[in-house]
């Protein structure tokens, strides 16, 4: 019973990473440069898609967003009333986007109008980790309000990201988190390879480097 389970896990990675492949082969035949945000509920997905969107229309890029949540429109809404083409990704039940989904969404889009499209996962800091989209970019956005622990609790989706960023500096201090504990553990888990990135998307602290971060 195991060893079928097992196997079962491994054909459903297999066939979502062959659609990843072909989802990025056909973001790179449209030019489109891809970035993925994972990352924990609340931690502010949304707010800094739409603050980097606002960033990279002044230079002129066309962008858009496709909004991934098990239920609902709320964050397409927030998306599209900031003035960024979204397109909405419910799961229905599980807990992170995977690459036929999000084919799904690049298939209703005319990817000719577009320059770089964002993709927000589902809230979570576990299941999207094995589920790569076919981004250029897999970033996992976590913030001071979730604590001190979330690097050392979490091993598995920062090691499957290319860029981490710790959010809500602003009010690190009434939270009572020190952002350089959690920057220390991720150097760590990363064999001091990897820095991450602090920000926060209300007083735009750090918003620039991210920007040049992500190579946008
Ligand atoms: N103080 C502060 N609040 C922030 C910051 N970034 C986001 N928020 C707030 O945090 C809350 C959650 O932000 P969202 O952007 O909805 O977070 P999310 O990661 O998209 O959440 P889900 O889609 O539900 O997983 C909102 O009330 C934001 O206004 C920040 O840098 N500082
Ligand atoms: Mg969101």
Known sequence: MHIVQVGMEYDVLKENNKIAN??????????????????????????????????????????????????????QRRMKESGLDAVNCNTGHECHLDANLVKKSLDSMDLDRYDVIFIENVGNLVCPADFPLGA???????????????????????????????NKIDISDAVGVDPEIIKE???????????????????????DELVSVLGL
């Open 136 to 166: 250029d970019y897999r970033v996992v956005v976590i913030s001071t309000t979730e604590g001190d622990d979330m690097v050392r609790k979490h091993h598995d989706i920062f090691l499957h990201s290319d860029v981490a960023i710790l």
């Open 185 to 207: 553990d991720y150097k760590r888990l990363t064999g001091g390879l990897k820095s991450m990135y602090t920000c926060s998307v209300k007083t735009e602290d750090g918003i």
């Open 22 to 75: 072909s989802n990025y082969r056909l973001l790179k035949k449209h030019d489109i440069r891809t970035i993925e945000l994972m990352g924990s509920i609340g931690s502010g997905k949304t707010a800094l898609i739409i603050k980097l969107a606002e960033r990279l229309r002044k230079k002129g890029l066309r962008i858009c967003a496709i909004a991934g949540d098990v239920t609902g429109e709320d964050d």
